[in-house]
């Protein structure tokens, strides 16, 4: 190849993942950091494909969307303090709930280009331990204080203190733009977009009772790790029914003449972590390793969601992925007919619905059910916001391995701010 020669493009291989159990806030985790959650899952990654030799692996890619200060470096940090080499490089990357799969996309490109033979990626986040803020006006004095040139003026700076100054900043679940909680948001959506209670409460039943199906049949021995006492995700409720859902009173949305969305069909907030080795395919032959399936295709999308949501439109806060699938598809040469698996995160059940009616609107075709989260998704594991995206591409990687022959997988993603990750994993 010339230098001027574009470098072309390797496939890029899904090896395997682990995760922690998904635990409910203030739960089981409640005391356990982003890097101590990252690190066990990362342990488990290293233990299971024998990682633990130097240079074993390129680079490790993750992030968190709720991190305190300390968290400064935390990819780089759970490296240091875990089982593998401590001179693999590391850094952190955010995408509110796409965090994960960016990670996993932003790793991939460089074993695609050549640049690195294999990489580590995903997320994890702790809403237990969301950190708190110092009031902006005492951070003000502070700042001022810190600024005095003079022991007299240090003082009268700090004199500036009041009572109301200790009361700390706590984290909202929050738009900046619209002053709107995500479950607001999406109530919004279901309105408009005409999402029945009963359509979400199926949705959601069936997220519960195939997630508890997976782990009956051991789906999930090599893809969870053990941690703080929990072997499953806390938030499952395998005798979850339609008929159940139905008694829950509805939490978003309560100013709508019939509001449709509750506890039961919503995520909740949830700490975990969750990681995906990726490779060439040499590196993988060289080490004996079968790839589960191929990373081959990705999209980024937003949308003006504080114009959309607010005018009672159809671009709500979650509804990038309505665009982000079709322009990935066309791209790809691809349609919905050629998808044996389909994964879409579920954040609500309302905004899977929705993004399902959108898909069809905007051209492409019915999503069968029977393909659709075959194995469960958010509602039934929890959403630790960054871990979601790796959690669902190790899950759809092992189910496209287990089918026979070639199968095709799809995975959309929505995230705050109006965005959406999407992808697509091969099985040859």
């Given at each position: 190849m010339s230098p001027l020669e574009p470098p072309r493009a390797r496939r890029v291989a899904v090896i395997g993942g682990t995760r922690v159990p998904f635990a409910r806030a203030d739960g089981p985790y409640a005391t356990a950091s982003n890097q101590e959650m990252l690190t066990a899952a990362l342990?488990?990654?290293?233990?299971?494909?024998?990682?633990?030799?130097?240079?074993?692996?390129?680079?490790?890619?993750?992030?968190?969307?709720?991190?305190?200060?300390?968290?400064?470096?935390?990819?780089?940090?759970?490296?240091?303090?875990?089982?593998?080499?401590?001179?693999?490089?590391?850094?952190?990357?955010?995408?509110a709930c796409g965090t994960g799969l960016q990670a996993i996309i932003a790793a991939a490109n460089k074993i695609?280009?050549?640049?690195?033979?294999?990489?580590?990626?995903g997320g994890v986040d702790t809403a237990s331990d969301a950190p708190l803020g110092?009031?902006?006006?005492?951070?003000?004095?502070?700042?001022?204080?810190?600024?005095?040139?003079?022991?007299?003026?240090?003082?009268?700076?700090?004199?500036?203190?009041?009572?109301?100054?200790?009361?700390?900043?706590?984290?909202?679940?929050?738009?900046?733009?619209?002053?709107?909680?995500?479950?607001?948001?999406?109530?919004?959506?279901?309105?408009?977009?005409?999402?029945t209670r009963e359509a979400q409460d199926e949705l959601a039943a069936a997220s519960h009772q195939r997630l508890a199906a997976a782990y009956e049949r051991?789906?999930?021995?090599?893809?969870?790790?053990?941690?703080?006492?929990?072997?499953?995700?806390?938030?499952?409720?395998?005798?979850?029914?339609?008929?159940?859902?139905?008694?829950?009173?509805?939490?978003?949305?309560?100013?709508?003449?019939?509001?449709?969305?509750?506890?039961?069909?919503?995520?909740?907030?949830?700490?975990g972590a969750a990681l995906v080795l990726l490779a060439s395919e040499e590196w993988a032959a060289e080490r004996g390793l079968e790839p589960l399936a191929y990373l081959t295709a990705y999209e980024t999308a937003a949308v003006d969601f504080p114009h959309g949501d607010v005018a009672d439109g159809e671009d709500g806060l979650l509804m990038a992925p309505?665009?982000?699938?079709?322009?990935?598809?066309?791209?790809?040469?691809?349609?919905?007919?050629?998808?044996?698996?389909?994964?879409?995160?579920?954040?609500?059940?309302?905004?899977?619905?929705?993004?399902?009616?959108?898909?069809?609107k905007r051209g492409l075709a019915p999503?069968?059910?029977?393909?659709?989260?075959?194995?469960?998704?958010?509602?039934?594991?929890?959403h630790p916001f960054a871990?979601?995206?790796?959690?669902?591409?190790?899950t759809l990687a092992k189910l496209l391995a287990e089918r026979e022959g070639p199968a095709r997988g799809l995975i959309s993603v929505c995230a705050a701010g109006g965005q959406g990750v999407t992808a697509v994993l091969e099985r040859t």
């Open positions: 342990n488990g990654l290293v233990e299971r494909y024998g990682l633990q030799a130097p240079g074993a692996v390129g680079e490790l890619v993750a992030g968190a969307v709720l991190k305190h200060s300390r968290d400064f470096n935390l990819t780089r940090e759970t490296v240091l303090g875990s089982d593998l080499d401590s001179r693999t490089p590391a850094y952190d990357i955010q995408q695609a280009l050549g640049q690195t033979e294999s990489a580590i990626a110092v009031n902006d006006d005492l951070r003000r004095v502070l700042l001022e204080a810190r600024r005095a040139k003079s022991l007299g003026a240090r003082v009268k700076a700090l004199a500036k203190v009041r009572p109301a100054h200790l009361v700390p900043d706590i984290p909202r679940n929050a738009e900046p733009r619209t002053g709107l909680s995500m479950g607001e948001h999406a109530a919004v959506t279901a309105r408009v977009w005409g999402v051991g789906f999930f021995q090599d893809l969870v790790v053990p941690f703080r006492g929990l072997a499953r995700d806390q938030n499952l409720r395998p005798g979850s029914t339609v008929e159940k859902l139905a008694t829950l009173k509805p939490v978003f949305g309560l100013k709508d003449p019939e509001p449709t969305m509750t506890a039961g069909n919503s995520t909740p907030l949830t700490d309505a665009y982000a699938v079709p322009r990935m598809l066309e791209r790809a040469g691809l349609t919905m007919a050629d998808f044996d698996l389909i994964e879409v995160h579920e954040a609500f059940a309302s905004q899977v619905l929705a993004t399902l009616a959108a898909w069809e999503v069968d059910r029977s393909r659709l989260n075959v194995a469960g998704s958010s509602l039934a594991t929890g871990a979601t995206g790796a959690r669902i591409v190790a």
